[in-house]
């Protein structure tokens, strides 16, 4: 069964880290752009970043660039999104998502695989 699990999640206060793992499961993620999402309570969906199948090139959306980075262990079958300075604009649910396309893969999302997400929630 082709699975996508996203960890990490949970509550911060402002200015603290935390570091989310997308972890694969009855599938190959070195194939596979991954991108990351988040969908705060009455907001659309948004992908804050992206990694490519090898890992050589990332795509970070505006609002957390220099905050956020995404980088992948593919031996591990694992993405990760590191999250520091994290302010109260971060608190979403966060999911992962695969596809055998470019980033962002929100361009090209039908057909992507989806984990449930993770909850993160940034105190003020």
């Known amino acids: 069964q082709l699975q996508l699990v996203a960890s990490g999640g949970g509550l911060v206060e402002v200015g603290g880290s935390l570091r989310l793992s997308c972890a694969a499961s009855?599938?190959?993620?070195?194939?596979?752009?991954i991108g990351w999402f988040r969908q705060a309570p009455g907001k659309e969906r948004e992908e804050v970043s992206c990694?490519?199948?090898?890992?050589?090139?990332?795509w970070i959306t505006a609002s957390v660039k220099g905050r956020f980075t995404i980088s992948r262990d593919n031996a591990m079958n694992t993405v990760f999104l590191q999250m520091n300075s994290l302010t109260p604009e971060d608190s979403a649910v966060y999911y992962c998502?695969?596809?055998?396309?470019?980033?962002?893969?929100?361009?090209?999302?039908?057909?992507?695989?989806w984990g449930k997400g993770t909850l993160v929630t940034v105190s003020s």
């Open positions: 990694i490519s199948n090898s890992g050589d090139i990332t």
């Open positions: 009855g599938f190959i993620l070195r194939y596979y752009a």
């Open positions: 998502a695969a596809k055998e396309t470019t980033c962002p893969i929100a361009t090209n999302i039908g057909g992507a695989y």
